[in-house]
């Protein structure tokens, strides 16, 4: 066997390296935005609907509970609050798009049989899974944060400018370092519900690579049935509470419950988030660490499946 | 000849149906080679090892390597095909360029786009707007593009109609193959392709029925046309299969001189698809 490979590799053909990986895995992620063009798009139309919002939508405002406003430093408040709101909006648009596409990423290839042609190109089901990963745990999270931020200059630039087009008073005040210290906590905050929620992302990705049929099923019933079969058979709530614990849990580590953005005494900027919140507390949870080696054990075993999985 | 692929006594079981049952075979060096079966036979499953898509048992070795351990490396060195359509549907063509591009080493982009630009397909179509020939033609030219030393290919060309056949073949033979390529094919249309064919493997429930060089089918295998009248004597040479044909029988031996057979009536050398029928049948009912 030795001696007609040897006879084989002397053949004219030269041997060929790999392309450098990081050509391949940039191809691997481009190619998953040309699959799922609801990664880039949903987010997109989001950002876009609130600027429109900002540009023609009408506002109510209660003079009198904005009375605070006549201060710059609650002026700056808002405007933190108000790149939040936005954030937030565009960030529930992301998980959504982000969970279906977990879900499909490696279910969508064997249900049409394409897997058969990604399969013959030399890339391995280590890559292809992990350039998925890097679009759902890296690539769009961030991706999204910068877009709020473009997206919430935009809003906030355009309300202020209808205001002061319409003789109002201002409402919103600039304070770079405020600004800042806003966008740090809530890169924070985005980094930490990325590694809070990779195993949850990481099972519908197992999943995605498992179920033969309908994996939105599998994602949607068990954790719905479970703690009923449980409630029903022992009266007790432990699964529950453990889906509880993993979906919140490490927002109440944060210990941010009780602080009050809004009071009598004004608006603070998000940016007391870094001071107040326990960054601390949270990056150093056992159970987020935990979390992510579970993750990586179910991103491992989603490769496996991929390998040897023969069911086309 | 150079082994390019070799398998020795290779089993896979789904289930307790026994896909292959302990196959061995090797393909050479620049050689086209038609794996031949009828469905269900284990055609498929043989590809699907040696391009290290299924677990199985027994040995293989693809180009030096085992495709169960070391099919990133493999896959390299060897393309494939399977049957028709399996580009998915939302890829545009110059997608497919960009990412093949992307991730194969020895894929050049210069040859797709130039097979591409004899064909009716945009740069900007997508997979899902062309025709199922046109699909066909789209991963011919990338595979055309890959300077791969093993093709596979299964069932390329089903579902096509002649003249995508034709075309498809043609260009498979005069624009891709040389010496230092091999072609594993396997189809259902062995009519058409059999001059195509330098070996031919007939596979047949886990089993294979015959594996030979063309060239060799003729020493080998002989069809004898007779009347009917002159058939009782000769099937006294037992032939392994017979068949009535307007009045006459075509019967075929195994390991017969001319000298033997050429009194009692034409002697010829079986087609392939001839020799095909004579050894499934004759499996199929011992």
Request: proline content about 4%; some cysteine; charged content about 20%.
């Amino acid at each position: 066997m030795n001696s007609t490979y040897a006879q084989a590799a002397a053949s004219p053909l030269p041997a060929v390296n790999a392309r450098p990986r990081g050509t391949t895995l940039l191809t691997l992620v481009r190619r998953e935005f040309w699959e799922h063009r609801a990664l880039w798009i949903a987010p997109l139309i989001a950002a876009l609907l609130l600027v429109v919002c900002a540009t023609i939508g009408t506002f109510h405002m209660d003079l009198d509970d904005s009375r605070h406003l006549t201060e710059p430093q609650d002026r700056v408040a808002l405007f933190t609050v108000m790149q939040w709101v936005v954030a937030g909006v565009l960030y529930v648009v992301a998980v959504v798009v982000l969970s279906f596409y977990l879900l499909d990423c490696l279910y969508a290839e064997r249900k049409d049989r394409s897997i058969l042609f990604w399969k013959s190109m030399p890339v391995s089901d280590g890559m292809t899974v992990w350039s998925k990963c890097l679009v759902a745990f890296v690539v769009v999270p961030l991706g999204v944060y910068l877009l709020a931020i473009v997206a919430g200059f935009l809003f906030s630039g355009i309300l202020a400018a209808r205001l002061a087009l319409a003789g109002a008073a201002p409402i919103l005040g600039w304070d770079t370092l405020e600004w800042l210290r806003s966008e740090l906590a809530m890169l924070l905050i985005v980094i930490l519900g990325i590694l809070w929620y990779a195993p949850i992302g990481a099972c519908l990705l197992l999943l995605s690579a498992w179920a033969r049929r309908i994996p939105f099923l599998w994602a949607m019933l068990p954790p719905v049935v479970a703690p009923l079969l449980e409630l029903i058979a022992f009266g007790t709530h432990h699964i529950w509470n453990f889906e509880l614990q993993r979906t919140a849990g490490i927002w109440w580590t944060l210990g941010i419950a009780h602080t009050h953005i809004f009071s009598h005494h004004g608006v603070r900027p998000l940016g007391t988030l870094l001071a107040e919140a326990d960054f601390g507390a949270a990056f150093s949870d056992s159970g987020l660490w935990l979390g992510v080696v579970f993750t990586a054990a179910a991103v491992f075993a989603a490769t496996r499946i991929r390998r040897y999985r023969d069911d086309t | 000849m150079t082994a390019v692929i070799e398998a020795r006594g290779l089993s896979k079981s789904y289930g307790s149906a026994r896909a292959l049952d302990n196959v061995s075979f090797t393909v050479g060096s620049g050689r086209i080679v038609g794996l031949i079966g009828p469905n269900g036979a284990g055609k498929t499953t043989a590809l699907k090892a040696i391009l290290g898509l299924t677990p199985f048992t027994g040995e293989l070795s693809v180009l030096g390597l085992d495709p169960r351990s070391q099919r990133d490396e493999l896959m390299r060195e060897v393309c494939f095909m399977a049957d028709v359509a399996v580009l998915p549907r939302w890829l545009r063509v110059s997608q497919a360029l960009d990412y093949c591009s992307g991730v194969h080493p020895r894929f050049e982009r210069s040859i797709a786009q130039d097979f591409l630009a004899k064909t009716d397909i945009g740069m900007h179509s997508r997979v899902r707007q062309l025709s199922k020939g046109m699909v066909t033609q789209l991963h011919l030219a990338l595979i055309m593009a890959i300077d791969a030393r093993l093709l596979v290919l299964d069932e390329p060309t089903l579902g096509l109609d002649l003249l995508y056949r034709r075309k498809f073949y043609d260009t498979l033979v005069n624009d891709y193959f040389d010496k230092q390529r091999t072609i594993l094919l396997t189809t259902h249309q062995v009519e058409e392709v059999e001059n195509l064919f330098t070996d031919v493997i007939f596979v047949n429930h886990g089993h294979v029925a015959l594996a030979s060089p063309v060239e060799e089918l003729g020493a080998r295998y002989q069809q004898l046309t007779l009347s009917a009248e002159a058939a009782p004597r000769a099937r006294a040479l037992q032939p392994f299969y017979e068949r009535e044909l307007f009045g006459r029988v075509a019967m075929f031996f195994e390991g017969r001189s001319a000298a033997e057979l050429g009194s009692y009536g034409e002697l010829r050398t079986p087609s392939i698809a001839d020799l095909f029928v004579a050894k499934m049948q004759r499996t199929a009912s011992p």
